[in-house]
């Protein structure tokens, strides 16, 4: 279990580096300002996420709960929606799918089912981050 945890630490830290295009370093612009509010959101999806993964690691039900409840408003805010796509509702819809199996886990009380769901929601923050990335760089050859 000790490697799990280091394994999908390390995974959500990696997580939370932002890709190409939402580093907002254009700070007066209003790209700059959507960038910045962006990466904003995402420090807080790491945090919440790293929360949720000290609850399992814990085994406190509550605190896993509240942060996967916290990761499905976070998804629900405009910021969230960075790409307009029906690839990236999917990824938004599964990643709130995982969120709420999180919840449901630890309302079951069930440590293993938790951490199940909790593998699936970072490998689908993964696919998304992966797509977000593939897109952007479509995108910026295009230009």
Known sequence: MKRFVCFVTILVLTLATPGPGI???EQGTQEGKSAKR???LMQKKLA???KVLEGIAVNDFKTISKHADELIDLSKQ???RVLKTPQYETNSN???RDAENLIKSAKDKNIDAAALAYVEL???CVRC???VREERMVLLDRD
């Open 38 to 40: 962006i990466s904003e």
């Open 78 to 80: 405009v910021e969230w």
């Open 122 to 124: 970072t490998l689908t």
């Open 129 to 131: 981050h992966k797509y």
């Open 48 to 50: 919440h996420s790293q």
């Open 94 to 96: 599964e990643f709130r």
């Open 23 to 25: 580093r907002g370093d």
